[in-house]
């Protein structure tokens, strides 16, 4: 698990930027209601996708993370609208929100139980009749058929925490039923393989810790791959909205 902490200063420009958190709050912003007044950004990180949010005319955007570095940046675009606070115990009160978005959240999960608690409290914030939209599927998106999959593809798989039906599922079981789904381009996320070399290293994947022969095996298989700078195409993101019933 990356250290998201020490992740802060580099995040944005690592993933994507501006472009990626465009698009991201494009493909919310059209599963929400125009009548959205009040939402919710759990795990708003640096804030870069949560002020794109805020900027839709009529509505009052909060976000909270757990991390006091996103929490810092975050607070540096959107003042006075961030709380550090747990996405599994929100400090909020029942029914408070039109909206409430988890975006790249729930595949951070520890495991199903976890999923439940997060999308337990999405759904306790939310007003009867409110919107819940949640990314799912998320590593499944960053396969893309390149040759980097390919060399990827014998690795030690991952528990998958944010399948779209066990996240259809758990929402279910918190009286949340489907409402819509968008997809998204993770503009500039497309890997290269120094750069997958690279996370590799800094313990992108959990499967292959740094410094493991496995891990080395993997990325001294990717330094043989053409072209090490050209990005393969970029991922393309999955997000699904539910609808709380009352």
């Known amino acids: 698990m990356l250290d998201y902490d020490k992740e802060a200063e580099r995040y944005d420009a690592s993933r994507g930027g501006e472009p990626r958190a465009a698009a991201a709050a494009e493909a919310v912003l059209s599963l929400l209601p125009p009548d959205t007044r009040a939402l919710l950004d759990v795990a708003c990180g640096t804030g870069i996708v949560t002020r794109r949010l805020a900027a839709r005319d009529g509505m009052r955007v909060t976000g909270v993370d757990l991390a006091p570095a996103m929490i810092r940046q975050a607070s540096t675009r959107l003042p006075g609208a961030v709380v550090r606070a747990d996405s599994r115990r929100l400090p909020f009160r029942d029914g408070q929100f039109d909206a409430v978005c988890s975006v790249w959240l729930l595949h951070l999960a520890a495991?199903?139980?976890?999923?439940?608690?997060?999308?337990?409290?999405?759904?306790?914030?939310?007003?009867?009749?409110?919107?819940?939209?949640?990314?799912?599927?998320?590593?499944?998106?960053?396969?893309?058929?390149?040759?980097?999959?390919?060399?990827?593809?014998?690795?030690?798989?991952?528990?998958?925490?944010?399948a779209a039906a066990d996240v259809a599922s758990c929402a279910a079981a918190h009286g949340l039923v489907p409402a819509g789904q968008a997809r998204f381009t993770g503009q500039g996320q497309g890997r290269s393989p120094r750069r997958t070399i690279a996370d590799l290293r800094r313990g992108w994947f959990v499967t292959l810790p740094p410094g493991d022969p496995l891990a080395d095996g993997f990325a001294a298989r990717l330094a043989r791959l053409p072209d090490q700078d050209r990005p393969r195409p970029d991922p393309v993101f999955s997000l699904r909205s539910f609808r709380k019933a009352g």
Do not use: F, M, Q, W
Request: charged residues 25%; hydrophobic residues 35%; neutral net charge.
């Open 111 to 162: 495991g199903p139980a976890e999923v439940r608690s997060i999308v337990g409290e999405c759904a306790r914030v939310l007003r009867p009749g409110g919107i819940y939209v949640t990314t799912v599927d998320k590593a499944a998106s960053h396969n893309v058929g390149s040759d980097i999959d390919v060399v990827l593809s014998s690795r030690p798989p991952s528990p998958v925490r944010d």
